[in-house]
């Protein structure tokens, strides 16, 4: 029987957590004796993810592979992304390609075929609204024939989000109150969830919304997002190294699943504290995929520990 | 002496005209006979783009390559982007990256290496703000120390733009009536440019604002935001197939300069109504590069009367 993206991901969230590995992999994050073993930065980087892969992937709900960090290193960074990609799929799990991609009409049409077939294929990708709704509609047939999924960019963590997606709006055709953009953009992603709903009772397409630290308005905010946009699986980024918190990601989750929580550098980087005082010699990347083990498991049950709290 | 990519820029579209020759070229795009001899379409597209960049690099102010044309043939696909890029650059002629990114921090670091050095280096880039200033700002560093320039979202032409754009918003700190979404974006990039403004008195990064058919209110539209951002340089898509027209993109200009309208499947495609009736095996890229051309120089004519007339 076949299933969309998204149903896979809920199943993988009830089996394995909320922990979705984020490989931003920067060749400095590989350790020195690794990285220079390899001829160049692309290979090391693709050396590297595989170590991680397999050492978490009964922990990681999904992995997001974030594509600036391959584009840098030119046209071989960018074999070593489609390898990458490959490689995760091959083994079973799921991954989000983080393109953010923004554009419409044809053009979105051949986006769609570069990231939901091919040397780039992913089971989801991440999309950036400011267009309109023109720049995300095309991603669906293909996402429906493919049984792929989307995350659409609603309301993120870093400070820049008020520069637009929290000003307040005004729009006729509604009676609510103190409506903000990102607003705007989540009753459309409802309605299309609504339309497009998976067996998993959510929408083919979700949404990233941050988990930034939150304290009083900020935290009813996070409550209300989740209240209105019950049918829309997120995407939570800013765990970490990004200062997010168990808490915080658990305000964003649904019944304890409906979200994975995404860290990179708290978990890519997480040798370099435990081989404080080491011979970096002897540091390579079986011992830095143990350590990035350990944190995702760390990440894994800080964040159940919270569900059941909250 | 140094000169920024927008300084160029200016001196281009005094000098050829206001046209952006817009290389997104699908293989379907090209002559049967030309794709049939590639072993490849991301070689045959390669192939066309350098007969086109020979055909109209005196007539073409700069050209503009939509990256998802290349992703969607994978690896090889960018690969064959990066040759366009680089072949357009080695001809002295000025390339924009329609890559539209979105992204913050780090992520934008990144994101800036890969499009303004390396295999991709370009002139210029195109960025999506929905996430806010966080994701343009980033930018800047690189772009000033190698002298390239970025043109962000603001007014885009599809229809979709009414979804978010176009919504008007309520800001304290402002007594300006009747705002919408994109005069806020607007007035952060007009400061944006001030602050960092070249020697052609625009500021390093422009704008992207649609050239819909205008009639009426949209008119008026079109004026006032030309009025508003008047340091703002602008790239101006939706000419040709996508239904604007010469009149519409002269509403954009600011003395017969500040912007370069896009015209990409009109003048990639020129061929195809030159060739009809043609044997096909006949039809070869020399014969679309100079349907190319005639395209070209008429648009450019049909731009430089209107920005007479008006």
């Not at 090391?44 to 892969?53: D, E, F, M, T």
């Not at 983080?98 to 990231?115: G, L, M, Q």
């Not at 669906?140 to 820049?160: H, W």
């Not at 941050?210 to 019950?230: F, Q, T, V, W």
């Amino acid at each position: 029987m076949s299933a969309y993206a998204m149903d896979k991901l809920f199943e993988s969230v009830r089996d394995k957590g909320h922990v979705c590995v984020g490989l931003d992999t920067a060749a400095e994050y590989i350790p020195p004796a690794e990285r220079h073993r390899c001829n160049c930065d692309a290979d090391a980087v693709l050396a590297y993810n595989r170590a991680l892969v397999d050492a978490v992937i009964d922990t990681a709900a999904c992995f997001k592979v974030q594509i600036a960090y391959y584009e840098e290193m030119g046209v071989a960074g960018l074999s070593a992304y489609a390898q990458t990609l490959k490689y995760i799929r091959q083994r079973g799990a799921l991954v989000i390609a983080d393109v953010k991609r923004s554009d419409i009409a044809d053009t979105a049409d051949r986006y769609a075929r570069a990231h939901f077939c091919g040397d780039f294929e992913a089971d989801f990708v991440t999309l950036s609204p400011y267009m309109g709704m023109d720049s995300i509609d095309p991603w669906l047939a293909l996402a429906e024939n493919r049984e792929k999924g989307a995350f659409v960019l609603l309301r993120t963590s870093n400070k820049g989000m008020r520069d637009f997606e929290y000003l307040h709006i005004v729009q006729d055709d509604t009676n609510k109150k103190d409506r903000r953009l990102y607003h705007a953009v989540g009753d459309k992603l409802a309605k299309l969830a609504e339309d497009h709903k998976t067996k998993s009772g959510y929408g083919i397409f979700g949404a990233v919304v941050g988990a930034d630290p939150k304290s009083g308005d900020e935290r009813e905010e996070a409550l209300e997002i989740r209240r209105l946009y019950k049918d829309l699986f997120f995407l939570i980024p800013g765990y970490g190294a990004q200062g997010g918190a168990a808490d915080d990601a658990a305000l964003l989750l649904r019944e304890g699943n409906g979200g994975v929580v995404n860290a990179s550098r708290s978990i890519l980087k997480a040798w370099t504290k435990d081989a404080a005082g080491m011979d970096m010699e002897k540091v390579d990347n079986n011992f830095a995929a143990s350590s990035a083990r350990k944190a995702a498991l760390e990440m894994r049950d800080a964040i159940r520990a919270a569900v059941q709290k909250s």
